[in-house]
């Protein structure tokens, strides 16, 4: 997975900076033993220095096994089309989704499989890779389309129509069913339920996102109930308050592969692009809470990072081609 580029979760940028630079020095043929010892030394100068280090070492071990993982997702989609051929197979999938509706108050029981997450993403039903994204047509006409590095099981049966968000993200175009049965959505952190819809939903580790942009969607925790109407927003882990607010609508921009930026900062746009690439891409705290406005291709890294230098007081340092920063200009 690509790593995040939340500040939470990384070591401080100029100190991944320097472990960077040490890592691909110490990979070049120019490496002497005053380099090895004055690396040793900065390494046990302090433990953010050997967290850095260890970050650096995972980015180039996930970035070097690339190709690996192209196969591995080609191999991992020839299985899925057999799996989805065999009904001893669904029987599984139904037996892990969440529990159905109970009567009529709305409220649904649920509990998420433990499950390693990876080994649930690779035996699911859809999966797309980083990068990737997917529409799939559901037996009853409704339309979803994985983003980047999603997973989803499906379970239909005579009572209910059940996707179930392993990872990633999913927009969903739900159609009217003639057998009237609820449309769930489960995630890591609740069950929402669509009143005949079209909404985004993301999942990350710690929360779920829900965007409602036609019709309404129910959201239920093990805490919290609420139903969102077209235009609105939520944010929900399965303990704290819901987040409320305004859903905006460009978001959903990326089922043509694109960013719209529109009041967003220069780090929540790489943070959101980071997603789509593997390797480490990285922006200064001196320049990550610039504005910036316009509309960035997912697929296409590289102009993307010119647009930004043409428009923004910011300069790119490649450190190599999976290590890349975004730094104040000269």
């Not at 799996?83 to 649904?108: D, E, P, Y």
């Not at 009572?159 to 890591?188: C, K, P």
Request: proline fraction near 3%; charged fraction near 20%; avoid cysteine.
């Amino acid at each position: 997975m690509t790593p995040s580029n939340n500040e939470n979760d990384l070591p401080d940028f100029g100190i991944l900076e320097q472990a960077a630079s040490w890592f691909a020095h110490m990979q070049s043929n120019e490496v002497t033993d005053d380099d090895h010892q004055r690396f040793q030394a900065w390494l046990a100068e302090a433990k953010a220095h050997q967290y850095a280090w260890h970050y650096v070492e995972k980015v180039s071990q996930r970035f070097s096994v690339l190709h690996q993982d192209k196969q591995a997702d080609n191999a991992s989609n020839t299985l899925t089309q057999l799996q989805q051929k065999t009904q001893a197979r669904r029987s599984v999938i139904r037996s892990i989704l969440l529990a159905a509706v109970v009567g009529g108050t709305g409220l649904m029981a649920w509990q998420y499989t433990p499950l390693p997450l990876m080994a649930r993403a690779w035996r699911a039903d859809y999966r797309t890779g980083i990068g990737e994204q997917k529409e799939v047509v559901l037996a009853d006409g409704s339309h979803i389309w994985l983003n980047t590095e999603t997973a989803i099981n499906i379970g239909y049966n005579k009572q209910q129509r059940h996707i179930m968000l392993i990872q990633g993200e999913i927009l969903i175009n739900t159609a009217q069913d003639r057998h009237q049965r609820a449309f769930l959505v489960s995630s890591q952190h609740g069950v929402m339920q669509a009143l005949g819809t079209r909404f985004n939903v993301y999942q990350s580790t710690q929360k779920t996102r829900l965007a409602v942009y036609e019709g309404r969607v129910a959201v239920n925790t093990k805490t919290q109930q609420h139903t969102l109407t077209a235009g609105k927003q939520v944010i929900f882990n399965d303990t704290d308050e819901l987040q409320l607010s305004t859903a905006n609508t460009q978001h959903s921009a990326w089922v043509k592969g694109v960013i719209v930026a529109d009041q967003m900062t220069l780090g929540e746009l790489i943070n959101e692009l980071s997603r789509y690439h593997y390797g480490y891409l990285g922006v200064s705290p001196e320049v990550s809470a610039l504005p910036v406005v316009g509309s960035f291709p997912t697929n296409d890294k590289e102009r993307v990072l010119s647009m930004l230098t043409a428009s923004l007081p910011v300069k790119i340092r490649s450190i190599s081609p999976w290590w890349v920063s975004i730094l104040p200009a000269d």
